[in-house]
């Protein structure tokens, strides 16, 4: 079956650590993207990837990093300087043109005890 | 820049209810295509419609229907009938032109009691 994977489901970490968030597509697509949720809130941007090598801050990258060194992983790291780490993240791809939909996966709970 | 506001953050209703979530948008782009997404307990989002600048053309999937209306810059979305099953997080979303990113709206909880 085509589609996003996200691993873990559930992460917990400790203050000061970093943390890497794995997400993996098989459907083919060049654009991939990361989102942040917090509790009651909509979704902002993170990072984004229109192509292998590439990738571009969104709206809340401070804090965060990531790699795109092959089309279909896309990993986020979270590290120590992220202040408020604490949320829902959810990957997303999509064929990389603006009248696409994106396609989501499942997400990640991130914890920071 | 663009934006996408959902006034309502919660709705409730009784099962069979017809219930309308509202979805406002700004943009300076001529062409732009909106979206709705729906995200159930499980917290993955669900696609449900597309629709571009140039087709105001209302559509109706089932019990699900969309009304675009450019003059008022709304693209709402009503379920007739309401289910249970239809409990959920629905979130409007706007692509601009060539960029290729989802501007979302902070999303209507929708809780359709029996």
């Known amino acids: 079956d085509g589609g996003i994977t996200q691993s873990p489901k559930y992460l917990f970490r400790k203050e000061g650590q970093n943390v890497t968030l794995s997400c993996e597509q098989n459907?083919?697509?060049?654009?991939m993207y990361w989102y942040r949720q917090d509790p009651g809130q909509g979704l902002r941007l993170i990072y984004y990837?229109?192509?292998?090598?590439?990738?571009q801050k969104g709206d809340i990258a401070e804090g965060y990093s990531v790699s795109r060194e092959k089309k279909e992983s896309f990993p986020l790291t979270v590290t120590s300087a992220q202040k408020n780490p604490t949320a829902f993240y959810l990957c997303a791809s999509s064929q990389g043109a603006p009248y696409n939909e994106q396609f989501f996966g499942p997400g990640t709970r991130l914890t920071v005890l | 820049a663009q934006k996408v506001t959902q006034a309502q953050t919660e709705i409730s209703v009784v099962e069979k209810e017809d219930v309308t979530l509202d979805c406002v948008y700004e943009?300076?782009?001529?062409?732009?295509?909106l979206f709705w997404y729906k995200q159930p307990p499980s917290g993955e989002l669900v696609f449900l419609i597309r629709r571009n600048s140039f087709d105001e053309q209302n559509e109706i999937s089932g019990r699900y229907s969309w009304n675009f209306q450019k003059s008022t810059s709304s693209f709402n979305f009503t379920i007739t009938a309401s289910q249970v099953v239809d409990s959920a997080v629905y979130f409007c979303a706007l692509s601009e032109g060539m960029r290729n990113m989802l501007t979302f709206g902070g999303g209507t909880r929708l809780m359709v009691k029996p």
């Open positions: 990837s229109q192509i292998v090598n590439d990738f």
């Open positions: 459907l083919n697509h060049d654009a």
């Open positions: 943009t300076r782009d001529t062409t732009y295509y």
